[in-house]
């Protein structure tokens, strides 16, 4: 497949999302139960330790996660998530989150995602919850 959505609700999702934007976030793949997301640190993105800010870090996880989690025409939303931070990531790094599905029963889903630098350092893991929802799709 040439298209790096599987679905159109994935396209339609990140195209509304002005956060991942703004951080310059950028879609390699969107699949159901799926998602290859990245994004390179920049020097605005540091900490007061010089490192990545963490919840920046986390921020390109949930947005992989989202991508992942929403594959039919109900929201899906992150309802909870657990970080572990490994490993620093610095300005210039290109960080690479992959999201995938573990379980699905009913509304409920549970997602790991890992956070790593092109040469493979993990810098994060993540396990996340997901509750879909009765809203409509904008």
Do not use: K, Q, W
Not at 50 to 71: I, K, Q, S, Y
């Amino acid at each position: 497949m040439d298209d790096v959505y599987a679905t159109a609700h994935g396209r339609r999702m990140i195209e509304a999302d002005a956060a991942s934007a703004a951080l310059g976030m950028r879609v390699l793949r969107a699949e159901p139960g799926r998602a290859v997301v990245r994004m390179t640190v920049s020097g605005e993105m540091l900490n007061g330790f010089a490192v990545a800010h963490g919840g920046l870090v986390f921020a390109l996880a949930d947005t992989a996660l989202a991508l992942a989690c929403n594959e039919t025409d109900a929201v899906t939303l992150v309802a909870g998530a657990d970080i572990a931070f490994l490993s620093p990531a610095r300005a210039g790094d290109e960080l690479e989150a992959v999201a995938e599905r573990r379980t699905v029963e009913g509304r409920s889903g549970l997602y790991d995602v890992r956070v790593s630098t092109a040469d493979g350092r993990v810098i994060a893991e993540v396990r996340g919850r997901t509750r879909t929802t009765g809203m409509p799709r904008p």
